[in-house]
Structures are given as structure tokens and as C-alpha cells.
């Protein structure tokens, strides 16, 4: 790997499993120092520690934070200040969702889920913005959206909710904070193989109709979400502001309900 992170700092919201921390490993395994945000996974935060000293990559340390608690997201930003000096990449990658049809919908659940997805990125940004400010500093932000900030999600009403209201957020941040030199993007991930589809990779049925509305005929894997925030997070990417780029081997343009 190269080094194109050094003496950057990183953090990386829900970052013990799944894409979040393949995104703490990659970013760290290129130089990056990465500040591994997680709720109520310690271990996974143990182990994505490892894995990033296992592939040799830079300082890490643990926080935990309720991104949906103000008090846990400014310690989570004063955190990688005061511990790794700076802060110049912040990736809202945390993420829930909450399956219901649309009259069963709860209150807890709704807001949960717009907390978690939406209301967390937008104070998580703002925190990081007033620091990079403070600082003088340049800084990228990317989002973990997803397919359904475009695509409809029947029984997910609140989460395509969030993620169409991420999608805006990032689109007006960018033109808001283009002339601070912070850049602003969204990679939407489709079908990813993470421990959240277990359930779906075990029924055959569902699994391969899903892959039949995938022009590339697989499943993601969290690297590739990876190698996409890592583009966006770096110097080659100095000009590329205000979109979503999607990662989903084409889903979103073949998509049909069975």
C-alpha cells in the first residue's frame, strides 16, 4: 500500500464491523492515524485495532460514542485532537435500519433510525467543520449512503428517509463549505457482504434474485466501499466535491421488485 494518508487523522463512525471497519483498516494501512468510533462492540474495535497492526498501518485508539447523543459527538471529534493533534478526514459511516411496513412504524424506531443516519453526520460535520475552521485547515467528509437515498425500500420507509435526507444534506454542504477547501461526498454501497445480510445470504431464493438485478452478478464486499472512501479521502480526489458515487455493481440501474 502507499502512504498517501501520513500525518492525516481519520474518524471513522462505527468502525468494529462490517464496512466501517474496512474502511478504518484501509485508511490506517495507507498512513492514515484513525480515531475507531463504536457503540456497544468493544471487541470489534479490539479487533479492527488488530487488523490495522496486522497490516501495518498507523496510530489508532478506540472511542465510545452514541452518535445520536451531542455530548458523545463533540467528545468523539475533541478526541482525535487531543490525541492525534488534528483531524482532516471524517467518514459518517454508522448506520441502522428498522424493518416495518410503513403503518406499523414506530416513534423509538423512526427516530433511531433518522437519529443514527441523518441527525448524527449532520452534528458530526458540523463539530468537525468548527474545528477545521478554528484550525485554518482544509478536511474531506464523505457518507456512507446507500442505494436507497435514489431507490425505493419497501418496509424501510425511515431509512430511505435518512438516506434521501443525507443525500441532500451532502449536496448543500458542498457548496457551503467548497470555499473552506472541505469537500463533501456520498458512496452508496448496494448489496455488501457483511454479518448485517446473514440472513439473506442463508435463504438461496431471495439471495439469487438479488443477484439477479446485479448486472456484475455478485455481492460487494467492504473493500470495494473502501477503495472508493479511500479515493475520496485522498489529494487525488482534491476536486471531486458534491456527489454520491455508488457501489453496487450496477443495482440501481437494474433494479426491480419480484
Avoid at 17 to 36: F, M, P, Y
Avoid at 216 to 235: M, N, Q, Y
Wanted: glycine fraction near 8%.
Amino acid at each position: 500500500m502507499s502512504a498517501r494518508f501520513t500525518g492525516k487523522v481519520a474518524i471513522v463512525t462505527g468502525s468494529s464491523s462490517g464496512i466501517g471497519q474496512s474502511i478504518a483498516v484501509r485508511l490506517a494501512s495507507e498512513g492514515a492515524s484513525v480515531v475507531i468510533d463504536y457503540h456497544s462492540n468493544p471487541e470489534g474495535a479490539e479487533e479492527t485495532q488488530k487488523k490495522i497492526a496486522a497490516a501495518g498501518g498507523g496510530k489508532t485508539i478506540t472511542v465510545k460514542a452514541d452518535v445520536t447523543i451531542m455530548d458523545d459527538v463533540k467528545n468523539l471529534v475533541e478526541q482525535a485532537w487531543q490525541q492525534l493533534g488534528s483531524c482532516d478526514i471524517l467518514v459518517n459511516n454508522a448506520g441502522v435500519e428498522k424493518h416495518a411496513p410503513f403503518w406499523e412504524a414506530t416513534e423509538s424506531d423512526y427516530d433511531l433510525v433518522l437519529g443514527t443516519n441523518l441527525k448524527a453526520p449532520f452534528f458530526l460535520t458540523q463539530r468537525f467543520v468548527q474545528k477545521l475552521m478554528e484550525a485554518k485547515k482544509p478536511g474531506r467528509v464523505i457518507n456512507i449512503s446507500s442505494v436507497h437515498e435514489d431507490m425505493v425500500f419497501p418496509n424501510f420507509a425511515s431509512y430511505c428517509a435518512a438516506k434521501g435526507g443525507i443525500r441532500m444534506l451532502m449536496r448543500d454542504l458542498a457548496m457551503e463549505l467548497g470555499p473552506l477547501g472541505i469537500t463533501v461526498n456520498n458512496v452508496a454501497p448496494g448489496a455488501i457482504n457483511t454479518p448485517i445480510n446473514a440472513s439473506l445470504l442463508e435463504d438461496k431464493p431471495k439471495l439469487n434474485a438479488l443477484l439477479n438485478n446485479i448486472p456484475l452478478g455478485r455481492l460487494g464486499t467492504p473493500e470495494d466501499v473502501a477503495s472508493l472512501v479511500a479515493f475520496l479521502a485522498s489529494d487525488e480526489a482534491a476536486y471531486v466535491t458534491g456527489s454520491t458515487y455508488f457501489v453496487d455493481g450496477g443495482l440501481i440501474r437494474n433494479y426491480k421488485e419480484q
